[in-house]
């Protein structure tokens, strides 16, 4: 038996489908190669068999040339591939697929990474089904059937980037079944390529993009045209072999990107370097999982193995001993390598259906950073039951002139991590809200369209509550003697223009204590993206104000003083219960505006520029409006 490709056909009102999909997934591929980590792991972690064994994941990159290039291309029926890959090069949107295609022939080499986990469950589930493994992973777009509360997310946004980061947007996957569902002779072998909308030579015929590699059956345009499912047993085993996709004897799943490329690197990276950066990214955001020794983790190239050790990447160990410390926590952080351990309140609301209301908890884990110990200082990972560390978040700007820190925020199943003790029903309910809470890129916790339709009133307070609350637990930990009243630092106090507005336009005469604000900024340029990015935090120093608008905007410096040059303000987002956020023209510029709720005494923010290819020196401008608590 052999493999061949299959297109479905569609009506020309259907035609956009297909484009619409790789616009959504290439919008989600910002972030690079750590989206791709972040997202496969993600995947096989959360598949990951119900026993005492880890989840072991293998990325090997293989370049092919010569004979093994031919024979491998032809295992993958390249030619009616190629029929249809170059009727979608004359799309707009096909344009990648022609040169990567032209660079493939004019250099005769073909880079591969197989992604192959055992330990896993497999691509369960009949070609059909509305839900399943199979039908997430392989057939179904940007949704995802993860069973179990302790899943990565509720998107499936991972199978995206999977295409994204092919150069011929085509993905093989060849499975070992935990069991036999729908059969019992596995493998189970099936490829996809999602190519543009494209039309037959004739123009007679629309094809959706979406073609499949498997055991074609034929059937009528009307019906779809050619449906492919997958090929099992024997067959599968000998176009695996030909595919370098064979697996060992073990459930789980082999992914195999075909023209493995990073979409948003300027240089085509080599595969040592290629692999080293795989290693570290799967340490940064999957050490819970590893620690715990849920998950394994090696990267492969044809000269050297990489493992994702924690030995061998030191600068994890503070988080780590956040969790291993915890059983002897102190109250105070007086030494270095000191735990302390404290509980966060998080109130979640009832569903819809009015179930799955809790008083719940996270715990806040933060041990006191030693001299040396600089990696992600002062930041705070967030981690729920999946092991995966959902973002750092920068807490910095808390330690002003007092003890450096690392932090660990464990939430849902996570929340007991070394204690010893178990999750309570409790603890479940949270990490069914926090998994909600996460956006396709599953990097935060926030308000989403999930927690929208599935809770009553109260879950944005809530989601939206964890960061203030974290950023103030830690400033009673690690800064515990600050003076609240002091004037803050001059170079942000001198820049405000605080107070309130007469009616007439005179500014009201008012000590000068009462028309400062304390706070700190920053303000930095980002390499990767070309653009400033920013963040501050300001406060009345009167505790009898509160704060009724902030606005930021960008300066261009010249002979270190402001011009009247500013730059747009792209994106701004505020850790604030209750902040409403906009971005308005000032002078036809677009500038970052807060308008808190009332009562509000302090504002966090966050936000980067516009693109700014000329880096030109740029000062952050932030003016507070403050008034008196209840006036008008």
């Known amino acids: 038996m052999s493999g061949e490709w299959g297109f479905t ?109 055992q330990n896993t469950q497999g691509l369960l589930g009949a070609e059909t089904a509305d839900q399943s493994n199979f039908t997430a992973l392989v057939r179904d777009v940007l949704f995802s059937s993860k069973s179990g509360d302790t899943s990565g997310g509720s998107y499936g946004l991972g199978k995206a980037v999977l295409w994204l980061f092919s150069g011929l947007s085509m993905v093989v996957f060849n499975s070992t079944l935990s069991e036999p569902d729908p059969r019992d002779n596995s493998p189970r072998l099936i490829g996809r390529t999602r190519l543009p909308t494209h039309k037959s030579e004739d123009g007679d015929t629309v094809y959706q993009g979406h073609g499949w590699f498997g055991d074609v059956e034929d059937l009528p345009e009307e019906e779809g045209g050619a449906r492919p499912e997958s090929l099992w047993g024997e067959g599968a085993n000998e176009i695996a072999d030909r595919l370098r996709l064979s697996r060992p004897d073990s459930p789980g799943t082999s992914i195999q990107v075909v023209d493995f490329r990073v979409p948003t690197a300027e240089e085509r990276l080599d595969e040592d370097e290629l692999a080293s950066r795989i290693t570290e990214l799967a340490i940064e955001w999957f050490w819970p999982a590893i620690h715990r020794g849920n998950l394994k983790v090696t990267v492969e190239t044809e000269d050297d193995t990489h493992e994702a050790s924690l030995n061998e990447y030191p600068n994890f160990s503070p988080f780590t001993s956040c969790l291993n410390e915890r059983p002897n926590a102190v109250d105070e952080l007086d030494d270095s390598g000191d735990v302390i351990d ?251 505006r807060l308008d808190p709720s009332s009562g509000t005494s302090s504002i966090t923010f966050e936000g980067s520029s516009e693109q700014d290819l000329r880096r030109v020196e740029t000062r952050l401008k932030v003016s507070v409006n403050v008034a008196k608590r209840g006036e008008d």
Not at 23 to 34: E, I, N, P, T, V
Not at 531 to 536: A, D, E, L, P, R
């Open 342 to 592: 404290e509980p966060i309140s998080l109130e979640v609301p009832a569903k819809s259906d009015e179930s799955g209301q809790t008083d719940g908890e996270l715990d806040l884990v933060v041990r006191r950073a030693h001299s040396n110990e600089r990696y992600k200082r002062n930041h705070v990972a967030f981690v729920r039951g999946s092991g995966m560390v959902v973002e750092y978040y920068d807490r910095d700007k808390v330690v002003v002139g007092n003890e450096h820190f690392h932090g660990v925020l464990l939430g849902g199943r996570a929340r007991p991590w070394g204690t010893g003790d178990d999750p309570t029903e409790e603890d479940m309910i949270v990490e069914e809200f926090l998994t909600a809470a996460e956006p396709p890129q599953h990097n935060e916790w926030k308000r989403t369209e999930t927690l929208a339709n599935t809770y009553s009133r109260g879950f944005r307070t809530a989601v939206e509550s964890i960061k203030p609350d974290v950023t103030d637990t830690l400033r009673s930990l690690v800064a515990p003697n600050v003076d609240r009243g002091s004037t803050g630092p001059e170079r942000l106090g001198n820049r405000f223009r605080i107070g309130n507005e007469a009616r007439n336009g005179a500014a009201t005469r008012e000590s000068p204590s009462s028309r400062r604000v304390s706070g700190e900024t920053d303000i930095s340029f980002d390499e990767t993206y070309d653009h400033w990015v920013f963040s501050g935090e300001v406060e009345p120093i009167n505790e009898g104000y509160e704060i009724r608008e902030v606005t930021v905007t960008l300066a261009r410096m010249a002979e270190e003083r402001a011009t009247n040059d500013r730059l747009p303000v792209a994106s701004i987002s505020s850790d604030t219960a209750g902040v409403s956020i906009s971005l308005p023209e000032e002078n036809g510029i677009q500038i970052g």
């Open 9 to 117: 056909t569609s009506r020309p009102t259907d035609a956009r489908y297909g484009d619409d999909v790789a616009k959504y997934a290439m919008s989600s591929g910002d972030q690079g190669l750590k989206t791709f980590v972040r997202e496969v792991l993600q995947n096989s972690n959360d598949a990951r068999l119900y026993n005492d064994d880890p989840a072991q994941v293998t990325f090997r990159l293989e370049t092919l040339e010569g004979d093994d290039l031919r024979e491998y291309l032809e295992a993958l029926d390249i030619s009616t591939w190629s029929d249809h890959a170059n009727l979608a090069c004359e799309t707009e949107s096909g344009e990648h697929l022609a040169e990567s295609m032209e660079r493939i022939q004019d250099e005769g080499k073909l880079r591969v990474l197989t992604i192959e986990d």
